[in-house]
């Protein structure tokens, strides 16, 4: 069965970092690239991050940009987004996603390109 996991997240006061985990397993971890979304209460959601597992291409999106980054460890079939200088804005369920990349447009706004999901954990950043 296919899966992804995400763990890591948690209550942080605004300017602290977290650091997400996104755990593959069940399918061919290396055809697939890996995004993060969030969504916060009221709002839609938003992609923000993205890694080509084939060539190690990042995407970010601007309201990030300079402060998350995105890394991979193939061999542990993880992805990881490290979130730095964390603001209130921030807080939203962040979800980890896998799109087969040969399909993969590379816009992080076609979240329907993404076949697999994780179920989310909550990064909460109090001010």
């Known amino acids: 069965e296919e899966q992804l996991v995400e763990s890591g997240g948690g209550l942080v006061q605004a300017g602290g970092s977290l650091r997400l985990s996104c755990a593959a397993s069940?399918?061919?971890?290396?055809?697939?690239?890996i995004g993060w979304f969030r969504q916060a209460p009221g709002k839609a959601r938003e992609g923000i991050s993205y890694i080509s597992r084939s060539d190690g291409r990042t995407t970010y999106a601007d309201s990030v940009k300079g402060r998350f980054t995105i890394s991979s460890d193939n061999a542990k079939s993880t992805v990881y987004l490290q979130m730095n200088s964390l603001k209130p804005e921030d807080t939203a369920v962040y979800y980890c996603?896998?799109?087969?990349?040969?399909?993969?447009?590379?816009?992080?706004?076609?979240?329907?390109?993404?076949?697999?999901w994780g179920r989310g954990t909550q990064v909460t950043v109090s001010s």
């Open positions: 996603a896998a799109a087969l990349e040969k399909f993969y447009s590379g816009s992080l706004q076609r979240a329907y390109e993404f076949g697999y």
């Open positions: 069940g399918f061919l971890f290396d055809d697939y690239g």
